[in-house]
């Protein structure tokens, strides 16, 4: 399978603990970007790199979100001190830039997180 | 800035005709339309970029207005395949392109036989 791939597919977590979601892109694309999808709303843009450099975050939902992708390729998203309301899909997606036409993402399947 | 989508839901019969509208308050670099099915991640289905343009994917086609605000997206001859929720994803021209998407709140299909 050459898509997006995401691990894990589902996290649960109590209150309080760190979780870490991974996702690997295709493996030619240079940019990822991760989004986060609650029941019943579109995917919600948290972020987004091109190759290793981060060039959105202002939209991370707090202090709490991290995200990296240390060598361009695999990609984490880390949520220190989870609650309650950061259950959610975290999606992530793909997308080969193209010299400044818009770019096609590919989503993952993405990471159920349940905090209990 | 997020689109408005409407209608928030639709009923049809396998068979009918169906459209979904994008609307922004702002012009728009970049309408990208996708279908989710419960339990499953977004399956893009076209881009569109040039105010004005129209494009097809099977019996599955959108058009971009000439202001760049509005997309719609047509559903012809539904198939029992088509049910989903599908979303229009946006990016606004002031920032060029260079963010992610912003999505509507979604449409849900229901086809019957």
């Known amino acids: 399978d050459t898509g997006v791939s995401q691990d894990p597919r589902h996290k649960i977590t109590k209150r309080g603990q760190n979780v870490t979601f991974r996702c690997d892109p295709i493996?030619?694309?240079?940019?990822l970007y991760w989004y986060r999808q609650t029941l019943g709303q579109g995917p919600e843009f948290l972020t987004y790199?091109?190759?290793?450099?981060?060039?959105?975050k202002s939209r991370l939902l707090s202090d709490r979100f991290s995200a990296e992708r240390p060598k361009g390729s695999f990609s984490t998203l880390e949520i220190q001190r989870t609650e309650q309301g950061d259950s959610a899909m975290y999606l992530c997606?793909?997308?080969?830039?193209?010299?400044?036409?818009?770019?096609?993402?590919?989503f993952g399947p993405g990471t159920r997180l349940t905090v209990l | 800035q997020q689109p408005v989508q409407s209608p928030q839901a639709v009923i049809l019969r396998e068979g009918e005709d169906a459209v979904i509208n994008c609307s922004s308050s702002k012009a728009l670099y970049s309408v990208h339309w996708y279908r989710q099915k419960h339990g499953e991640a977004p399956v893009f289905l076209m881009i569109l970029l040039k105010g004005g343009e129209q494009k097809g994917h099977e019996k599955i086609s959108a058009s971009f207005n000439e202001k760049k605000q509005q997309s719609s997206l047509y559903l012809t001859a539904s198939q029992l395949s088509y049910s989903g929720t599908y979303f229009c994803?946006?990016?606004?021209?002031?920032?060029?392109?260079?963010?992610?998407?912003?999505f509507g709140k979604g449409t849900h299909l229901i086809i019957q036989p």
């Open positions: 997606a793909s997308s080969l830039e193209g010299g400044g036409a818009a770019d096609t993402q590919y």
């Open positions: 493996s030619e694309h240079n940019r």
């Open positions: 790199f091109q190759n290793e450099a981060q060039l959105e």
């Open positions: 994803g946006t990016e606004i021209e002031e920032r060029g392109g260079a963010d992610g998407l912003t």
